[in-house]
Structures are given as C-alpha cells and as structure tokens.
C-alpha cells in the first residue's frame, strides 16, 4: 500500500447562483472548459455526479476511486469498512446568489428513495459578505399543515430561521434540517457522501434555459424535521480547534504559525483543505505546496507531518 500524502484537483459545478471567486480568489480553473463561473468545487469526491482526480505524482490523472483502487483499499483507514461506498464529500461553495431552500434526507429514508446514503452537513463560512445571511431550521416548532400553506404561499422563508452570518462560522445541519445557503456566503462544505437534495422552494428563479427548477415538495414534507432548530456552533479560539463532530465525520481548523505537526492513525484517512495562505506539508520522501483551496488527501496510517508557512486548514476524518 502507497501511503504518500496526494493533492486533488475538484470537479465543478456551475448552477446558476454561483460566483467567480473560486476562479480569481482561488485560482480554480477547468482542463477541459472555459468556466466563468463556478458554484461549487467538489474537493474530496468520489460520487459518481463529479469525482476528484490525482492532481500530480504516479497516480496523477486517476479519479479518487481509481486512486483508492490501485493504491490499496486500505488507504480509507478501517472506519470505512462499515460504509458501502466512500463516505465523505467536501466542497467550496460560492453562493454569488441565494440557494434554494431544501432539505436533505436521513441515511434511512435516502438509502430507501434514492439508493444512496442520506446528508448530514457542515459549513465553516470562509468568507461572507457584510450582511450576509443564511436559513438554518424552524424559527419555532410547526405543523406539516403550516408547513405545507407557508410552502402553497410562497411565505416559507417567513417561518424559517434567519441567521446572520460572519468569517470564521460554523453550522452544523443534521439530515432533515430544512436550510439554504445566502447569496455572499463563501463556505467549505464536509458532509456525507450524497446527491439527494429536496428543493422546496427556489425564489420562483429560472435557469439559463428560462426554465423553472424542479421542487420536491412531497418528499420534503416527508423528510423535514418540523421541530425550532437547535442553536448554530460556536467555535473556540486556537491553532487547533474542533469545529464539528458527529456519526459521521470530525472536523478541526488547524491554524499553522510557522510550524505544526499533525498525526493520522489507521482508522481514517485526513482530508486537508487550505482555506487561507500558504505553506508545506512534509513528509518521509518529500513534500507538497500548500496554497489557498488546495485539497490534500493523506492516506489512513500511523504517521506524522510537518505543516510549514502560514496557513489556516480544515481537516476531516471519518468517524
Ligand atoms: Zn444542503
């Protein structure tokens, strides 16, 4: 088994409230097309909707799976075995527009409906405009017939709960929690490995075919928790922070002054993905450039790393 550190390059998405910061901010761009846009860069995926690849050493050029083949399953780390496919997907998202506001399905409902698992997600907002906002739940517990009239009216947002949202937030949105991402909002997205969104409502937009997107109302109102959200996290200060942890995932933001170590174990593999500056990640046999949305996927085994420069990093594991 390989176990040396590689860096991903993303698959993008281009819906129709995306931004061009991951173009000029991130310096994202496209092999085989010219985008002017782009909604979401998938990081770390291995869904079959937009897969990462190996952006450079021997395995360069192999989608993650194909990478997770040839080097060896056991590269996941032993926490994988329990899941049928790999279980995580990381993001940046660039909302230049309001998303719609949806909800996600729980494992048991989406593994039944939609033959894969459902979403729990989390965001850290890397960067906000004044102002901006997003809707995380309920603002007060209801009832499927408030929800399903608020819907008929077009007055959902009216009981969802508003957040203002600034740099350096976290929010944590369990599977059935209906939410929607504000236009402004730049935000590094770690959730489980899924595809199943249920739009509920889309501010009556078209798409550039002049085209309504489809809703999934009925579905919704059977997945959507109907009870007041629970409070968003707050998150300490410190060069290692544990922002979120659930069934599913843990994530920390590692700040790096100059110097750090971190570790990874057999259990998991570790997902890096540099929200700010630059820097280096060093290891036995060499060493990969770090700088703004680059994606690093570090093999499951016992071992240890040295980050250099100046940087701030999110880093997922598998629970
Ligand atoms: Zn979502």
């Known amino acids: 088994m390989d176990h040396t550190p590689i860096k991903l390059s993303p698959a993008f998405k281009d819906y129709i409230w995306g931004g061009d910061k991951l173009i000029k901010e991130f310096g994202k761009k496209s092999d085989s097309e010219k985008m002017e846009k782009i909604a979401e860069s998938w990081e770390l995926s291995a869904h079959k909707d937009g897969e990462?690849?190996?952006?450079?050493?021997?395995?360069?050029?192999?989608?993650?799976?194909?990478?997770?083949?040839?080097?060896?399953?056991?590269?996941?780390?032993?926490?994988?075995?329990?899941?049928?496919?790999?279980?995580?997907?990381?993001?940046?998202?660039?909302?230049?527009?309001?998303?719609s506001v949806q909800v996600h399905p729980d494992d048991e409902y989406a593994l039944t409906h939609e033959g894969e698992y459902g979403k729990t997600e989390m965001w850290y907002i890397i960067?906000?405009?004044?102002?901006?906002?997003?809707?995380?739940?309920?603002?007060?517990?209801?009832?499927?017939e408030e929800y399903e009239k608020a819907i008929e009216d077009g007055k959902l947002c009216d009981l969802l709960r508003k957040v203002d949202v600034k740099k350096?937030?976290?929010?944590?949105i369990p599977a059935k929690t209906v939410?929607?991402?504000?236009?402004?909002?730049f935000i590094c997205e770690i959730q489980q490995n899924s595809n199943t969104t249920y739009r509920v409502f889309d501010y009556n937009r078209r798409d550039k075919n002049g085209n309504l997107r489809p809703l999934h109302i009925e579905k919704a109102l059977e997945?959507?928790?109907?009870?007041?959200?629970?409070?968003p996290l707050h998150t300490d200060k410190g060069d290692d922070v544990l922002l979120a942890e659930c069934e599913y995932f843990s994530v920390r933001k590692l700040t790096v002054n100059n110097e750090a170590v971190i570790s990874s174990d057999t259990e998991s593999f570790v997902s890096l993905l540099v929200?700010?500056?630059?820097?280096?990640?060093?290891?036995?046999?060499?060493?990969?450039?770090?700088?703004k949305g680059d994606s690093i996927f570090i093999p499951a085994a016992d071992a240890e790393y040295k980050l250099i420069g100046q940087c701030e990093l999110i880093a997922s594991k598998v629970n």
């Open 52 to 99: 990462s690849k190996v952006a450079d050493g021997p395995f360069k050029g192999l989608t993650l799976s194909e990478y997770i083949s040839a080097a060896g399953k056991d590269v996941l780390g032993s926490r994988s075995l329990k899941y049928s496919y790999f279980p995580l997907l990381i993001k940046l998202i660039d909302a230049k527009a309001d998303l």
């Open 127 to 144: 960067d906000c405009e004044e102002g901006a906002s997003l809707y995380y739940g309920f603002e007060r517990d209801i009832t499927k």
């Open 168 to 172: 350096g937030d976290v929010f944590f």
């Open 179 to 185: 939410h929607a991402i504000g236009a402004g909002l």
């Open 223 to 231: 997945v959507s928790s109907l009870k007041r959200s629970s409070d």
């Open 275 to 291: 929200t700010e500056g630059t820097g280096k990640l060093i290891y036995n046999n060499g060493e990969i450039s770090l700088s």
